[in-house]
Nanobody, 122 residues
Framework: QVQLMESGGGLVQPGGSLKLSCAAS????????MEWYRQAPGKERELVAS???????DYVDSVKGRFTITRDNTKNTGYLQMTSLKPGDTAVYYC????????????????WGKGTLVTVSS
């Protein structure tokens, strides 16, 4: 019912910045949570940042002070502004959403984007 499309990934030098976008489309009533995960080679996928419909925000310790998560509810789009990027930030970044779908049960469902690659290297 919901499609998530990430954009904004690419190659950047250490200390640089990138802004990722996650556009949600399809049939849904509301997106309760928008999140960004990342997965580097040989590592497990980790939650980077999350933002709820009420505005509560959380970050993994390694990105605090460098990353900023926001959402524009009028556009059904989430963002991750990344600054002071480090080589350790290199990973595939995935958008994840918990949405309410318009069936009779008003179910909460999880949706994932296909990911966008962020490479931080000299």
């Amino acid at each position: 019912q919901v499609q998530l499309m990430e954009s904004g990934g690419g190659l950047v030098q250490p200390g640089g910045s990138l802004k990722l976008s996650c556009a949600a489309s399809g049939r849904f009533i509301a997106i309760n949570i928008m999140e960004w995960y990342r997965q580097a080679p040989g590592k497990e996928r980790e939650l980077v940042a999350s933002i709820t419909s009420s505005g509560a925000i959380d970050y993994v310790d390694s990105v605090k002070g460098r990353f900023t998560i926001t959402r524009d509810n009028t556009k059904n789009t989430g963002y991750l502004q990344m600054t002071s990027l480090k080589p350790g930030d290199t990973a595939v970044y995935y958008c994840h959403a918990v949405a309410v779908v318009p069936d009779s049960a008003r179910r909460f469902m999880n949706f994932w984007g296909k990911g966008t690659l962020v490479t931080v290297s000299s």
